[in-house]
């Protein structure tokens, strides 16, 4: 993909293989930082909801040895890439290597600008030292991936549009269409980037408009039918996987609060905003420079503005890092040099403004384990259940997988496991004592209750007993038709049997 991100360089060809291995190297000099501070919340205990989520999918494929199980994962892409070996390990590393090739694509594009090399290894370095982007490339695989692929067809339309490139057009709208897999918020950047093209290319007619309406939205919409027939096929549901209020993929991104009236999405707009001053400036210096393209710097903002009002999550880090790319990627080719360093003061002051970023949600969670040395007290509890029951029997404790599918990554199997797309599980729900030995549930009233958690939150199944309880957690274990006698009945036994 590296002529996605260098359109318009004029270098001096070398060997491919050395182009290839400077590539790589480089590539993992910039996955350093993020590796680390990856592998440093690994050791302290913490795992994101996301990497939780998507490793539960992928043991869940592996265990069952049935792929079409992705019917019941959304987004497929991180899943499936987990395939290789599901573990925290995997997915921070897979992160951090994604992260990596975005700085480096960054990079790329930053070479066009004509300020000083120090200057744009400062912007660069931006995107990389807040905590946001090493909270990202460390904790949300399925959003480094996504932005990864908005980014490349980002640049990829800007070639297109610029410089009229039809062949930048088609990989564009094949990119945005494929990153589906990785976010919903795709087809949304494909209407975005099909609609702005007036913007920046002078139309010949209606039918050249429609032509390229037609080369922006096909793939996505090829994408989205796609999935949802597979959904439909494997679920009965084609929307469900964006719908269903209790599933750990939505749990995964849910906000901390509901933005649901304007007041308070204006504070947060703000709040995100002035953890973003270089989006400001180089807003101000598009509008300066290059007016007819300020409504295309906007797609960001616009989308996230959009996705508030529908009731969507738009988490802050991926707010703030969209704004960081279409920032730096969006800087005019020609801006003086002049420029450069009022733009890297911008630049710099993102990383302690980053910090307010840190101050709610999982992100501040992250924050407090990794840098403030907290003890993850929830991952004790989950890391506790995971013990007691990965070394169960196949098919022997019934769950439901929209709230323990923590505990199932940190158990690093599915076989114990009966779950959702078990086509027994409605079934061992109603008759547990016929197919499982225990019954995991969640005693908290946060949330939506599943069915399972509807029926035996308050009192056990028949015939089970409760075993354990944990911090928002109860365990029950089936029991004998001689244990579950009440202890009278046993005395009274023993006594006839032993008249002695």
Same mark, same amino acid.
């Given at each position: 993909?590296?002529?996605?991100?260098?359109?318009?360089?004029?270098?001096?060809?070398?060997?491919?293989?050395?182009?290839?291995?400077?590539?790589?190297?480089?590539?993992?000099?910039?996955?350093?930082?993020?590796?680390?501070?990856?592998?440093?919340?690994?050791?302290?205990?913490?795992?994101?909801?996301?990497?939780?989520?998507?490793?539960?999918?992928?043991?869940?494929?592996?265990?069952?040895?049935?792929?079409?199980?992705?019917?019941?994962?959304?987004?497929?892409?991180?899943?499936?890439?987990?395939?290789?070996?599901?573990?925290?390990?995997?997915?921070?590393?897979?992160?951090?290597?994604?992260?990596?090739?975005?700085?480096?694509?960054?990079?790329?594009?930053?070479?066009?600008?004509?300020?000083?090399?120090?200057?744009?290894?400062?912007?660069?370095?931006?995107?990389?030292?807040?905590?946001?982007?090493?909270?990202?490339?460390?904790?949300?695989?399925?959003?480094?991936?996504?932005?990864?692929?908005?980014?490349?067809?980002?640049?990829?339309?800007?070639?297109?549009?610029?410089?009229?490139?039809?062949?930048?057009?088609?990989?564009?709208?094949?990119?945005?269409?494929?990153?589906?897999?990785?976010?919903?918020?795709?087809?949304?950047?494909?209407?975005?980037?099909?609609?702005?093209?007036?913007?920046?290319?002078?139309?010949?007619?209606?039918?050249?408009?429609? /032509?390229?309406? *037609?080369?922006?939205? +096909? =793939?996505?919409? &090829? #994408?989205?039918?796609? $999935?949802?027939?597979? !959904?439909?096929?494997?679920?009965?549901?084609?929307?469900?996987?964006?719908?269903?209020?209790?599933?750990?993929?939505?749990?995964?991104?849910?906000?901390?609060?509901?933005?649901?009236?304007?007041?308070?999405?204006?504070?947060?707009?703000?709040?995100?905003?002035?953890?973003?001053?270089?989006?400001?400036?180089?807003?101000?210096?598009?509008?300066?420079?290059?007016?007819?393209?300020?409504?295309?710097?906007?797609?960001?903002?616009?989308?996230?503005?959009? /996705?508030?009002? *529908?009731?969507?999550? +738009? =988490?802050?880090? &991926? #707010?703030?890092?969209? $704004?960081?790319?279409? !920032?730096?990627?969006?800087?005019?080719?020609?801006?003086?040099?002049?420029?450069?360093?009022?733009?890297?003061?911008?630049?710099?002051?993102?990383?302690?403004?980053?910090?307010?970023?840190?101050?709610?949600?999982?992100?501040?969670?992250?924050?407090?384990?990794?840098?403030?040395?907290?003890?993850?007290?929830?991952?004790?509890?989950?890391?506790?259940?995971?013990?007691?029951?990965?070394?169960?029997?196949?098919?022997?404790?019934?769950?439901?997988?929209?709230?323990?599918?923590?505990?199932?990554?940190?158990?690093?199997?599915?076989?114990?496991?009966?779950?959702?797309?078990?086509?027994?599980?409605?079934?061992?729900?109603?008759?547990?004592?016929?197919?499982?030995?225990?019954?995991?549930?969640?005693?908290?009233?946060?949330?939506?209750?599943?069915?399972?958690?509807?029926?035996?939150?308050?009192?056990?199944?028949?015939?089970?007993?409760?075993?354990?309880?944990?911090?928002?957690?109860?365990?029950?274990?089936?029991?004998?038709?001689?244990?579950?006698?009440?202890?009278?009945?046993?005395?009274?036994?023993?006594?006839?049997?032993?008249?002695?």
């Amino acid at each position: 993909m590296g002529s996605a991100t260098g359109y318009g360089d004029r270098t001096t060809p070398k060997p491919r293989w050395m182009e290839r291995l400077r590539e790589g190297l480089a590539i993992g000099v910039l996955s350093t930082p993020f590796l680390i501070t990856g592998l440093a919340a690994l050791h302290a205990g913490f795992l994101s909801n996301e990497h939780a989520h998507l490793i539960e999918k992928a043991l869940l494929i592996r265990d069952r040895g049935r792929v079409e199980w992705i019917g019941f994962a959304y987004p497929p892409l991180p899943a499936l890439m987990l395939l290789i070996h599901p573990s925290p390990t995997t997915a921070t590393i897979l992160a951090s290597l994604l992260g990596g090739l975005l700085a480096w694509s960054v990079w790329k594009r930053l070479e066009i600008l004509s300020f000083p090399t120090w200057i744009r290894a400062g912007l660069l370095l931006s995107a990389i030292a807040t905590p946001t982007s090493l909270f990202l490339a460390t904790q949300r695989l399925g959003m480094i991936c996504a932005l990864l692929l908005f980014f490349w067809s980002w640049r990829l339309y800007l070639a297109f549009a610029r410089h009229g490139r039809t062949d930048a057009a088609f990989l564009s709208a094949l990119l945005i269409g494929f990153s589906f897999y990785a976010s919903f918020y795709a087809p949304a950047f494909a209407i975005a980037f099909a609609l702005s093209t007036p913007l920046f290319t002078h139309l010949r007619g209606i039918r050249h408009g429609i /032509a390229i309406l *037609l080369v922006m939205l +096909f =793939p996505s919409a &090829l #994408s989205i039918g796609a $999935w949802m027939y597979l !959904a439909w096929l494997f679920t009965g549901a084609p929307l469900g996987f964006l719908y269903e209020p209790g599933s750990s993929l939505l749990a995964a991104l849910r906000p901390e609060e509901a933005f649901l009236s304007p007041t308070p999405m204006i504070r947060e707009l703000l709040q995100r905003l002035t953890s973003a001053p270089l989006y400001i400036g180089a807003g101000l210096l598009i509008a300066w420079q290059q007016p007819r393209r300020l409504p295309a710097y906007l797609i960001p903002l616009a989308l996230n503005w959009l /996705a508030w009002n *529908l009731g969507w999550a +738009f =988490p802050r880090e &991926l #707010s703030l890092s969209l $704004w960081t790319l279409f !920032a730096l990627s969006g800087i005019p080719a020609r801006t003086p040099r002049r420029w450069g360093l009022p733009l890297l003061l911008l630049a710099l002051l993102q990383i302690p403004a980053g910090w307010f970023a840190t101050r709610q949600g999982e992100m501040e969670r992250w924050w407090t384990v990794v840098f403030e040395k907290h003890s993850p007290e929830m991952e004790t509890v989950e890391r506790e259940i995971a013990t007691y029951l990965r070394s169960q029997t196949c098919s022997s404790v019934l769950t439901d997988d929209r709230h323990a599918y923590r505990i199932i990554a940190t158990a690093g199997t599915a076989c114990p496991f009966i779950l959702p797309p078990d086509p027994i599980f409605d079934l061992a729900v109603s008759q547990p004592a016929r197919f499982v030995a225990y019954v995991l549930v969640p005693d908290t009233e946060d949330g939506f209750p599943t069915p399972l958690e509807a029926r035996y939150r308050q009192r056990p199944p028949t015939g089970f007993r409760l075993e354990i309880t944990w911090p928002g957690w109860k365990l029950y274990r089936k029991v004998s038709p001689e244990e579950f006698r009440p202890p009278e009945t046993l005395r009274a036994q023993r006594g006839n049997d032993f008249p002695g």
